[in-house]
């Protein structure tokens, strides 16, 4: 088991030896309740981070032992000193003119891209870092990537971590990460080494409060590691701390498993490699059960939020009987209805040919883009920013009344049809960011019952002889802590690496960004992008907002056409493809393939059917 020693040079192990010196309980017992209540501040902040970092001693496997061996591959660019090469300045995707007078501060920088350049003597810095929102494989990466980074260009730079997400800069919870300390985490998953959360950095009082520590710190950046959301908040405290001149740098690192923050500086989210490939090992083992028993049907929901590229990534990896696409039936005005007549059609003429079985993927956002629900989303989020106060503590029966009552003619009909669970889930407890919280929707269970009912008017009807026995299945916990795959451990040690250079560099308001990913590590292009740069106007919790636009699936992609085209194939025959587990060692055609995703958007997939 490895020892984790306690590093006797952090302060907080100075100040807490201080704090539990018998000496200092006889002055403490003397002081005035002023100093009292500092005193009571600076243990709150130590001996929370004595509790947390205690909590880290950990027993570990045989491969996480090994595999903390693993050095990240890093682009050329980034394996010695750097010098930046800055494009021409840049505008925001839409909204130009109200996207700059937002952000006056950040808006407009260049593009910037890495490349070699001399050695040179860097001042010493303090930086923060943040881990914000889902957890993702590779976060700990970026964070070693940053680390190593910031300690290569000066050793005495110190880095500072937050302690479960952007909370603990607001309620000044945090560790000194030290090289003891991140070599237990290097290469694996989860966000534990500092833990996440969800609070949203988007007020003034939260941005001074985490002035105080940042100035108690001398911390002149902070890096937050976020989605779509999260980045948005590391813009707007940028633009913040710009305007009132405070010198603190914010640098934004994408992050998410739903793959959704990407556009054409965005190549892919960190963590959408390894947990789609997480996913698929588990769809393929499903597939494989069911196509041993041949007696089930698999209604599998997969995590993703709104966007469907897990679900589209893993129809590609697994080729399962059937895959919704939420954008596809937004795009195709589709009703709920329509839906579930076309999975009966499938299951009926499966059964036809005497194949009781099979494999159904669902996207967990599914139910926000059926058109008519999506209205009705929309309603109820104006309702809830508006009035949810006013209802939120009635009872059930009662709110469900209160509802009904101030929606629209159109909505109320379409909130009356849907199962009670459903229409609860939607009328309340939006996340902090104000989406619907999809994952606690069971979606698998309302179709395939949905499907059932269907299948036994069919039957009454003579149109339908077949078998319809249903499991479910809900994948999203299961992939979004996975070890990374070596495609992500190298790219999120690249974007931490990159993170460190923007600040070294002094700059502000960027995200780190790696291009050219489905090329060799080391040709890949390490660089920054504006973060205003990926932002628009859009409506959130019934106000306009700026905010970087999610990417959604896109229906003229690769991805989409290579499924389109095969679909059909797919739900008639069993075609299922087991990937198994991911690979760290081993043929590189195994251990370092992209998604396909990836490679079909980039014109080099080379999987042959
Ligand atoms: P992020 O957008 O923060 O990366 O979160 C991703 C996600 O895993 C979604 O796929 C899912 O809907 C959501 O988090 C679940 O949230 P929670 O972790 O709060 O249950």
């Known amino acids: ?69 693993y050095q990240p591959k890093l682009p050329k660019a980034l394996q010695g000193a750097v010098k930046i090469v800055e494009g021409a300045p840049t505008k925001s995707v839409d909204n130009q003119e109200e996207i700059k007078k937002l952000f006056p501060n950040t808006y407009g920088m260049p593009l910037i891209e890495f490349v070699p350049g001399e050695e040179n003597s860097t001042k010493r810095i303090n930086i923060g870092v943040i881990l914000s929102g889902g957890q993702a494989p590779g976060g700990h990466n970026v964070i070693s990537g940053l680390f190593d980074a910031v300690k290569k260009l000066n050793s005495e730079n110190r880095l500072y971590g937050f302690l479960m997400g952007p909370g603990g800069l607001v309620d000044h919870k945090y560790i000194e990460i030290t090289a003891d300390f991140i070599d237990q985490y290097r290469n694996t998953g989860g966000f534990d080494m500092i833990g996440s959360g969800r609070t949203k950095l988007e007020k003034e009082d939260q941005f001074e409060k985490g002035l105080e520590i940042i100035r108690k710190l001398d911390i002149s950046a902070i890096v937050i590691i976020g989605g779509d959301d999260s980045n ?46 997480t996913y698929s090992e588990l769809i393929g083992n499903i597939a494989r059960d069911c196509n041993s028993a041949r007696k089930y049907w698999h209604f599998i929901k997969l995590m993703g939020r709104s966007a469907s590229h897990i679900a589209l990534e893993c129809a590609l990896q697994t080729q399962p009987n059937i895959c919704l696409i939420s954008e596809e039936i937004e795009t195709k005005d589709l009703s709920l209805n329509d839906i579930i007549e076309d999975i009966a059609k499938v299951v009926a003429r499966r059964a036809q040919d005497g194949r009781n079985y099979g494999v159904v993927l669902i996207p967990e956002g599914l139910i926000e883009f059926i058109p008519s629900i999506g209205r009705l989303i929309g309603e109820l989020n104006d309702l809830l ?35 009670d669970g459903v229409a609860r889930q939607l009328s309340l407890d939006r996340d902090p960011h104000g989406n619907v919280q999809v994952s606690l929707i069971e979606t698998e269970r309302l179709i395939s019952d949905m499907v059932e009912m269907k299948l036994n008017k069919w039957a009454k009807q003579g149109k339908y002889n077949g078998h319809f026995a249903t499991i479910h299945h809900f994948l999203g916990y299961e992939g979004r802590c996975a070890a990374p795959s070596n495609f992500d451990a190298d790219y999120c040690y690249a974007l931490g690496t990159s993170a460190a250079q923007l600040i070294a560099n002094g700059k502000t308001g960027y995200m780190a960004i790696v291009k050219n990913t489905t090329e060799k590590a080391e040709d890949w292009i390490a660089g920054g992008v504006p973060i205003t740069m990926m932002m628009n106007i859009e409506r959130r919790n019934g106000e306009l907002k700026p905010v970087i636009r999610k990417a959604l699936v896109d229906l003229e992609g690769a991805p989409f056409k290579e499924f389109a085209k095969l679909r059909t194939r797919w739900a008639t025959e069993t075609s299922y493809i087991y990937p198994g587990p991911v690979q760290y060692w081993g043929p590189s055609d195994v251990c370092d393939q992209t998604t396909r995703t990836l490679a079909l958007e980039q014109g080099k997939d080379v999987f042959v059917y």
């Open 232 to 277: 948005t908040n590391a813009c707007v405290l940028a633009e913040y701390y710009a305007a009132k001149k405070y010198g603190v740098q914010v640098i934004g690192c994408p992050k998410t498993i739903d793959g959704d923050l990407k556009n054409d500086q965005i190549e892919t989210s960190f963590g959408f490699d390894t947990a789609t490939k």
């Open 385 to 419: 920013a508006k009035h949810g106060n006013d209802y939120k503590d009635l009872d059930i029966e009662k709110q469900r009344a209160y509802i009904i009552e101030h929606l629209s003619e159109e909505n109320k009909a379409t909130f009356e049809t849907l199962p």
């Open 1 to 69: 088991m490895p020892k984790i020693e306690k590093n006797k040079k952090s302060s907080a192990y100075k100040v807490e030896k201080v704090f539990f010196n018998p000496r200092f309980l006889f002055f403490y017992f003397h002081m005035s309740w002023k100093n009292r209540i500092f005193a009571a501040v600076l243990k709150s902040e130590i001996s929370y981070s004595k509790i947390y970092k205690a909590n880290k001693i950990m027993e570990i496997s045989a491969l996480q032992k090994e595999r903390a061996a």
